[in-house]
């Protein structure tokens, strides 16, 4: 696979969809990356190739994994709620998912 023109052939594609990505497409750095269905959560793939892939990032739905995918730029960690991330480097939580399950001081409950 050479992604060294930004461009995936048809074949590459075709294969790609077949192992069941989608919206799949080249990082401004050159990774590529795409999106797959893993257990209960939607992730975003990165590092894609015939071998596999280098790390994925777990979000809870498909909106919000197409999302960040639709405006990353493949530096650093990708914009939005992802909750994990497994691949090379290791695995780590994103502090910022158990913030923005925390209710508001404005949200009452019933006791």
Not at 28 to 35: E, H, R
Not at 37 to 65: H, W
Request: proline fraction near 5%.
């Amino acid at each position: 696979m050479n992604n060294s023109g930004g461009v995936l052939s048809a074949f590459e594609k075709m294969a790609f969809e077949g192992l069941g990505y989608t919206d799949l497409r080249i990082l401004p750095d050159g990774t590529l990356a795409g999106l797959a269905k893993v257990n209960y959560t939607t992730c975003l793939m990165i590092g894609l190739s015939e071998y596999g892939y280098k790390g994925r990032f777990e979000f809870q739905s498909l909106d919000e994994a197409q999302d960040s995918l639709d405006i990353w730029d493949g530096k650093g960690n990708p914009p939005g709620n992802w909750i994990t991330y497994h691949g090379i480097g290791g695995s780590r939580v994103n502090p910022y998912f158990f913030e923005a399950l925390k209710p508001s001081n404005d949200e009452k409950f019933d006791d």
